[in-house]
């Protein structure tokens, strides 16, 4: 059994449920960089190598201090010249969590005297770069849970001085106990935590890989060249969607979309492929996402096709586009193979629209 991206999982039963679905556990979590173990208690087989030309992916750019604030809920009057941004910042609540917990929505237009229910609870406040993957992981907390407390939509890119409520349980660096001291041996000296140390899945990295910038400043157009997008630079996505899906590549389905069996369920469609074979876009879009950090999916690309639209595709041993690139339907994108926890040579794929899987049988032209 081969094992994905040098991360271990806890417990084999936990593995073999996502080697069955092609799906992964939703949120963040620590994970520990220790050598994996076969079920014979030796080490397993390397997984399979991902060309993929880059180093780390985009949420490591920058770490994230555990220090937000405690805010008490309360009522607020608005006074004249009151925009929301502004009462958020008084309060020191997010100006997406008051607008959700009133109800309101854009242009957010305030009547002097109405009343605005500030919501309690405790607020992080971004800092430049920061990603919201790294957010969550500072916090112990699920990325998830944050989008939906915030209200957060396409394309998901935090502004700097953003306040954002975080859910229950977020831990405070404060009030974490002490970590056990390490001991260096020889050869082997102590190194510091990794952001990347952490179990992320599709919906983390459309949502929340994108790093925070100055409200107001521009995102760089994508371009069709094979040139990568610093990792402190957002990816601009598309505004909408209005083409057609087709297929990445040929071949009989190995699992379809949803239910499995024994309580399982697929995102996508797993479809049989060779080792090397090509596949392809989808639709037009830009990727938002090449990498093999995903461990149990291994080579990922995500396209970001506009209007909540993503197209994903696991599995891969190449990748020949990078992050920030804008791409054509048909356009390769890569080659199939048996990276990350594949127990045969496939492609993974999956549709998306506002963050929910489909079945892609739905909106691909019939074979």
């Not at 936990?14 to 208690?41: D, H, K, M, R």
């Not at 859910?167 to 000296?189: D, F, I, M, V, Y």
């Not at 107001?216 to 040139?227: L, M």
């Amino acid at each position: 059994m081969a094992w994905g991206n040098k991360r271990q999982f806890a417990g084999l039963a936990a593995t073999a449920a996502l080697l069955a679905t092609g799906c992964i556990p939703g949120g963040v979590s620590e994970q520990g960089l220790q050598p994996e173990i076969s079920e014979a208690g030796v080490a397993a087989e390397p997984p399979q190598e991902v060309v993929t030309g880059s180093d780390a992916p985009v949420w490591e750019s920058r770490s994230v201090a555990a220090n937000a604030a405690d805010v008490i809920g309360t009522i607020y009057i608005v006074k004249p010249g009151d925009t929301l941004r502004g009462i958020g910042n008084s309060t020191g609540a997010g100006s997406e969590a008051i607008a959700a917990a009133n109800g309101l929505s854009a242009p957010y237009m305030l009547r002097p005297g109405q009343q605005l229910t500030i919501p309690g609870g405790r607020y992080h406040t971004v800092a430049q770069g920061e990603t919201g993957i790294a957010i969550a992981y500072a916090y112990r907390v699920a990325w998830s849970d944050i989008v939906a407390l915030n209200a957060l939509s396409e394309p998901y890119i935090l502004r700097i001085g953003q306040k954002l409520k975080l859910p229950q349980g977020a831990q405070l660096a404060s009030e974490r106990p002490a970590p056990p001291a390490a001991t260096p041996t020889a050869g082997n000296a102590a190194k510091p935590g990794r952001i990347g140390a952490l179990v992320v899945n599709i919906d983390d990295v459309v949502t929340g890989s994108q790093p925070a910038i100055a409200e107001g400043s521009a995102v760089p157009s994508a371009k069709p060249a094979r040139a990568p997008v610093a990792a402190s630079v957002p990816v601009n996505v598309p505004s909408a969607f209005a083409g057609r899906f087709t297929w990445p590549l040929t071949g009989p389905l190995l699992t379809r979309f949803g239910p499995v069996g024994k309580g399982q369920i697929s995102n996508g469609i797993d479809i049989t492929a060779s080792r090397g074979q090509p596949f392809r876009a989808a639709a037009d879009g830009v990727v938002s996402y090449a990498g093999s950090e995903v461990a149990i999916y291994g080579g990922l690309i995500l396209v970001s096709h506009g209007g909540g639209w993503v197209s994903a595709y696991g599995h891969a041993e190449r990748i020949d586009v990078t992050r920030g690139q804008a791409v054509k339907a048909g356009q390769v994108l890569g080659a199939a193979g048996q990276s990350g926890f594949a127990e045969a040579p496939k492609l993974h794929f999956e549709l998306r629209k506002d963050r929910k899987p489909v079945d892609p049988l739905l909106y691909l032209p019939k074979n």
